[in-house]
């Protein structure tokens, strides 16, 4: 919780804020995890006032309003990552297998099956991402038009080659190349999931989900005889077993649970492996009401903001969009000064409950002698700097909230920052629920694996430079013969003629005597045998 909140105010601080802080508060939680929301405040507002205390320039003077700091979880809303959305990023990343790692890779088949990476780099991703799937296509073609039209060297035509126009045609090469591959990626991405679309038959599924996400049908009343459609679709083929399992946690969400027998029954028929059910149960401890005993006093759950008007939602001409994500109307709430404090109290509510009833975006970080009074502002225009709304989701965000943040950005002029652990997709979601109920060794979460350290190496000590060693007494016979070598004499005069074998004769001590007779037996040997040659001649020649 404490490393949680030290990432929480970096980036308040890399920000420049140091904002006001609210957490999200359940009514009548059931879930042991509902205090979640409400401690991790308290440790980031601690942590804000410490590090303000010790660094006095903080928070820099601007002219910026007040930020402010939302914190809440999973909990604010479990349809979000359940329901599908049909915008492009969010549907992308629902239907297609991209290649998510540290960056988000697609292999498409028309590029000879090259990864191409999605990133924010790409202006046509950046522009086009939040835009309807139905809208996308028809974008994406007249783009594509007026791109070749901004090209015409590259076009198809009779004019004879000349040099100039060569050389105009390799100067725009890469970029029209680039430009090229990037339109061929999404052309052929938004293909691809129109084609699973279909064959998914996702257009029948969404109509219902929407149903049961937003308790009204198309016409804006409630609905009527949901389970038939429920039990239709889970008897349909062509629906995935994914999608079912969905599509049954969605109703026992709208029905506010069901008895385990029935539960059990729509298991069955939706032939879903049994571990499926553990997704199911383990739903209920994060709040959501999946299962009810027999003549359950309990009452239903409520939404957060009512049931949206017929009015609010008549602009979105897809009634497979009706679904707006909780995190959205908490912002606009917030924005203007109506946000529940019972359901998202101050960390601080003795100081900054006045500001959050007059508006946030009314308060500056400047001091309160030189603000303007509050009767003096005007709304503020597009050339004043706006006031940042920072929100973290504890659990995980999903895409659909990510384009609200984007939305409500944009129509109140705001700058909203969402941060979260990391976002989720439908698949990855259900992974996760299921695993609640795995043992934790399992699991191998970060918080429990060792700590990783330095190699060993680096904190071994220097050896002990070694003691001198004393002299020791060495062998004589191991010596050179120095002294000998001196005590010998050459001299060419006065001294007796070198034997044959080289080996002086005037050498005096032991070594010079038994020289000197091994040279005069050698010498007296070589006499006697010219002796008995010269006697054995004379006796032939007799």
Same mark, same amino acid.
């Given at each position: 919780?404490?490393?949680?909140?030290?990432?929480?105010?970096?980036?308040?601080?890399?920000?420049?804020?140091?904002?006001?802080?609210?957490?999200?508060?359940?009514?009548?939680?059931?879930?042991?995890?509902?205090?979640?929301?409400?401690?991790?405040?308290?440790?980031?507002?601690?942590?804000?006032?410490?590090?303000?205390?010790?660094?006095?320039?903080?928070?820099?003077?601007?002219?910026?309003?007040?930020?402010?700091?939302?914190?809440?979880?999973?909990?604010?809303?479990?349809?979000?990552?359940?329901?599908?959305?049909?915008?492009?990023?969010?549907?992308?990343?629902?239907?297609?297998?991209?290649?998510?790692?540290?960056?988000?890779?697609?292999?498409?088949?028309?590029?000879?099956?090259?990864?191409?990476?999605?990133?924010?780099? #790409?202006?046509?991703?950046? +522009?086009?991402?939040?835009?309807?799937?139905?809208? $996308? !296509? @028809?974008?994406?073609?007249?783009? *594509?038009?007026?791109?070749?039209?901004?090209?015409?060297?590259?076009?198809?035509?009779?004019?004879?080659?000349?040099?100039?126009?060569?050389?105009?045609?390799?100067?725009?090469?890469?970029?029209?190349?680039?430009?090229?591959?990037?339109?061929?990626?999404?052309?052929?991405?938004?293909?691809?999931?129109?084609?699973?679309?279909?064959?998914?038959?996702?257009?029948?599924?969404?109509?219902?989900?929407?149903?049961?996400?937003?308790?009204?049908?198309? #016409?804006?009343?409630?609905? +009527?005889?949901?389970?038939?459609?429920?039990?239709? $679709? !889970? @008897?349909?083929?062509?629906?995935? *077993?994914?999608?079912?399992?969905?599509?049954?946690?969605?109703?026992?969400?709208?029905?506010?649970?069901?008895?385990?027998?029935?539960?059990?029954?729509?298991?069955?028929?939706?032939?879903?492996?049994?571990?499926?059910?553990?997704?199911?149960?383990?739903?209920?401890?994060?709040?959501?009401?999946?299962?009810?005993?027999?003549?359950?006093?309990?009452?239903?759950?409520?939404?957060?903001?009512?049931?949206?008007?017929?009015?609010?939602?008549?602009?979105?001409?897809?009634?497979?969009?009706?679904?707006?994500?909780?995190?959205?109307?908490? !912002?606009?709430?917030?924005?203007?000064?109506?946000?529940?404090?019972?359901?998202?109290?101050?960390?601080?509510?003795?100081?900054?409950?006045?500001?959050?009833?007059?508006?946030?975006?009314?308060?500056?970080?400047?001091?309160?002698?030189?603000?303007?009074?509050?009767?003096?502002?005007?709304?503020?225009?597009?050339?004043?700097?706006?006031?940042?709304?920072?929100?973290?989701?504890?659990?995980?965000?999903?895409?659909?909230?990510?384009?609200?943040?984007?939305?409500?950005?944009?129509?109140?002029?705001?700058?909203?920052?969402?941060?979260?652990?990391?976002?989720?997709?439908?698949? !990855?979601?259900?992974?996760?629920?299921?695993?609640?109920?795995?043992?934790?060794?399992?699991?191998?979460?970060?918080?429990?694996?060792?700590?990783?350290?330095?190699?060993?190496?680096?904190?071994?000590?220097?050896?002990?430079?070694?003691?001198?060693?004393?002299?020791?007494?060495?062998?004589?016979?191991?010596?050179?013969?120095?002294?000998?070598?001196?005590?010998?004499?050459?001299?060419?005069?006065?001294?007796?003629?070198?034997?044959?074998?080289?080996?002086?004769?005037?050498?005096?001590?032991?070594?010079?005597?038994?020289?000197?007779?091994?040279?005069?037996?050698?010498?007296?040997?070589?006499?006697?045998?010219?002796?008995?040659?010269?006697?054995?001649?004379?006796?032939?020649?007799?």
């Amino acid at each position: 919780m404490e490393d949680l909140a030290q990432k929480i105010v970096a980036t308040c601080v890399s920000l420049g804020e140091y904002p006001t802080i609210r957490y999200y508060q359940p009514r009548n939680p059931s879930h042991e995890a509902s205090v979640l929301c409400s401690h991790l405040a308290r440790f980031v507002q601690m942590q804000l006032d410490q590090y303000a205390k010790y660094n006095h320039d903080f928070p820099p003077q601007s002219p910026r309003p007040r930020g402010l700091l939302i914190i809440t979880d999973r909990t604010l809303d479990l349809f979000a990552p359940l329901v599908h959305e049909f915008t492009y990023q969010a549907m992308i990343h629902d239907l297609l297998p991209l290649i998510e790692a540290d960056k988000v890779m697609y292999r498409s088949t028309e590029n000879q099956g090259k990864d191409q990476e999605i990133s924010e780099k #790409d202006t046509i991703w950046v +522009k086009y991402r939040h835009l309807h799937m139905k809208d $996308l !296509l @028809d974008e994406l073609v007249k783009d *594509f038009e007026a791109f070749k039209r901004q090209n015409p060297q590259f076009a198809n035509s009779d004019n004879p080659a000349t040099i100039n126009t060569i050389k105009d045609m390799l100067a725009g090469l890469p970029k029209y190349q680039e430009g090229k591959e990037a339109y061929s990626l999404h052309l052929s991405m938004t293909q691809d999931a129109m084609n699973v679309f279909q064959e998914q038959r996702l257009a029948d599924v969404a109509s219902v989900e929407q149903s049961l996400a937003t308790g009204l049908d198309e #016409d804006y009343k409630k609905p +009527k005889n949901v389970a038939d459609q429920v039990i239709r $679709l !889970l @008897d349909d083929d062509a629906i995935q *077993f994914p999608d079912r399992l969905r599509l049954i946690i969605q109703y026992l969400l709208y029905r506010d649970g069901l008895l385990p027998s029935d539960i059990q029954k729509l298991v069955a028929h939706a032939r879903l492996p049994t571990q499926d059910s553990e997704v199911i149960y383990n739903l209920e401890l994060l709040g959501g009401h999946t299962t009810r005993v027999l003549k359950d006093s309990r009452p239903n759950a409520q939404s957060l903001f009512g049931v949206k008007e017929a009015q609010a939602s008549i602009a979105n001409e897809s009634g497979l969009s009706r679904f707006e994500p909780t995190l959205k109307a908490v !912002l606009e709430e917030c924005s203007r000064g109506t946000l529940d404090q019972s359901l998202f109290p101050f960390t601080k509510p003795h100081l900054d409950a006045a500001d959050g009833l007059m508006g946030q975006e009314q308060v500056s970080q400047t001091s309160l002698r030189s603000a303007k009074p509050t009767w003096a502002r005007t709304r503020p225009s597009n050339t004043e700097p706006r006031q940042r709304m920072i929100v973290f989701m504890a659990g995980g965000a999903t895409y659909s909230e990510s384009r609200s943040c984007y939305e409500v950005s944009q129509a109140l002029n705001k700058d909203v920052y969402l941060t979260s652990s990391h976002l989720l997709t439908p698949s !990855l979601f259900l992974r996760q629920v299921g695993d609640l109920s795995v043992d934790r060794r399992r699991l191998g979460l970060p918080v429990d694996r060792p700590k990783p350290r330095a190699p060993e190496h680096l904190f071994e000590k220097d050896m002990p430079p070694l003691p001198p060693q004393p002299p020791s007494q060495k062998d004589p016979r191991l010596q050179p013969p120095s002294g000998d070598m001196q005590r010998l004499q050459v001299s060419d005069e006065g001294t007796q003629s070198r034997p044959p074998n080289g080996r002086p004769q005037d050498l005096k001590g032991p070594q010079s005597q038994s020289s000197s007779s091994l040279s005069s037996r050698l010498t007296k040997t070589s006499k006697d045998g010219e002796k008995k040659k010269k006697h054995h001649f004379f006796s032939s020649k007799k």
